[in-house]
């Protein structure tokens, strides 16, 4: 069974950082894309940013590039966002997800999700 599991989130003031864990199980991890995707309150979803397998491919939407980056530990079966400079319009559920064997922006699976929130 494929299993994500999102850890990290929380409050942080403007201009904090916080970074969000993805352990996941029941693939192999080593080789798909991992990608963070967020719906902000109230709003749809966001694509944040993908790591292809290998680690050394990274996208990023333009809102976050700069402030966030995303990594990967095959090892671990786990990747990582470091979200830095946070603004409140960062304020959303995170969600990581694992990309199909066709496209690495095809989510396949996904996590529970981990809320952050901006705010002073």
């Known amino acids: 069974e494929v299993q994500l599991v999102e850890s990290g989130g929380g409050l942080v003031q403007p201009g904090g950082s916080l970074r969000l864990s993805c352990a996941t199980s029941?693939?192999?991890?080593?080789?798909?894309?991992v990608s963070w995707v967020r719906q902000a309150p109230g709003e749809g979803l966001e694509w944040v940013s993908t790591?292809?397998?290998?680690?050394?491919?990274?996208y990023y939407a333009d809102s976050v590039k700069g402030r966030f980056s995303i990594s990967r530990d095959d090892a671990k079966a786990t990747m990582y966002l470091q979200l830095n400079s946070l603004k409140a319009g960062d304020t959303a559920m995170y969600y990581c997800?694992?990309?199909?064997?066709?496209?690495?922006?095809?989510?396949?699976?996904w996590g529970q999700g981990i809320r952050v929130t901006v705010s002073s």
């Open positions: 790591v292809r397998r290998g680690g050394q491919l990274t």
């Open positions: 997800a694992k990309a199909s064997a066709v496209s690495w922006a095809d989510f396949e699976y």
């Open positions: 029941g693939f192999d991890f080593s080789t798909y894309a």
